[in-house]
């Protein structure tokens, strides 16, 4: 698959990071200097999150599931529950490290 080099995905990124309120809702979230914490265990959160993905996701209309970015830092696990709703909803799942998307599932 590789890097991808068009600058016309208009999607707007998912961000993963604990900024996140919406898809972190109901989670335990701390703060130390400059940094936010996960304070619910993994086993949990992944529930939560799967949760509150699906919620998000049913709010966009089907019509405009065309493309997702993915993006922000968070643990593996949080972007392998967000990825595993998302690819039977969208037609193209990308990942963005801030060195530009990565195409990484496409459908249709």
């Known amino acids: 698959m590789g890097?991808?080099?068009k600058a016309e995905i208009m999607e707007k990124p998912f961000d993963?990071?604990?900024?996140?309120?919406?898809?972190?809702?109901?989670?335990?979230?701390?703060?130390?200097?400059g940094k936010l914490n996960l304070e619910t265990p993994p086993a949990e959160?992944?529930?939560?999150?799967g949760r509150n993905i699906n919620t998000?996701?049913?709010?966009?209309?089907s019509l405009d599931r065309n493309e997702i970015i993915l993006t922000g830092k968070m643990a593996i696990?949080?972007?392998l529950v967000v990825f595993h709703v998302v690819v039977?909803?969208?037609?193209r799942v990308y990942y963005d490290d801030?060195?530009?998307?990565?195409?990484?599932a496409a459908h249709g």
């Open 3 to 5: 890097r991808v080099i």
């Open 16 to 33: 993963l990071s604990l900024t996140n309120t919406e898809l972190y809702k109901g989670c335990i979230i701390s703060e130390t200097p």
């Open 45 to 49: 959160a992944t529930y939560i999150i």
């Open 98 to 104: 801030g060195k530009g998307p990565i195409l990484i």
């Open 88 to 91: 039977h909803q969208f037609r």
């Open 56 to 61: 998000i996701v049913d709010k966009i209309p």
């Open 77 to 79: 696990w949080a972007y």
